[in-house]
Nanobody, 126 residues
Framework: QVQVVESGGGSVQTGDSLRLACAVSGPAFNQYSVAWFRQSPGKEREFVANVGRASIVKNYADSVRGRFSVSRDNTKSTAYLQMNSLKPEDTAVYYC???????????????????WGQGTQVTVTS
């Protein structure tokens, strides 16, 4: 059974940085695509970033491109989301998701992911 556990959330001020981690248990982490989504109150869950199996392909939402960076360490079965220059509009619960993938191209749609973490709260105050 694959389990996904996020960590690293917290409360910060505008312009600060945070790094989220996503630990994925189970075999063959290097065969999984990993994505980050976020959801704030009253809004739908939205795509933030993803990374393919071999880190060749990475995608970002327009709202975070240039500020956020996604990465993974297959030796640790962990993916990361480095968030810089945080803004109040980045406030949300951040979810990590994983799916077994036969390709190096990770999907951006939440419904394509099979395994989800419980979420970690990120709060950015001005």
């Amino acid at each position: 059974q694959v389990q996904v556990v996020e960590s690293g959330g917290g409360s910060v001020q505008t312009g600060d940085s945070l790094r989220l981690a996503c630990a994925v248990s189970g075999p063959a982490f290097n065969q999984y695509s990993v994505a980050w989504f976020r959801q704030s109150p009253g809004k739908e869950r939205e795509f933030v970033a993803n990374v393919g199996r071999a880190s060749i392909v990475k995608n970002y939402a327009d709202s975070v491109r240039g500020r956020f960076s996604v990465s993974r360490d297959n030796t640790k079965s962990t993916a990361y989301l480095q968030m810089n220059s945080l803004k109040p509009e980045d406030t949300a619960v951040y979810y990590c998701a994983a799916r077994y993938s036969r390709t190096t191209s990770p999907p951006k749609v939440a419904g394509e992911y099979d395994y989800w973490g419980q979420g970690t709260q990120v709060t950015v105050t001005s």
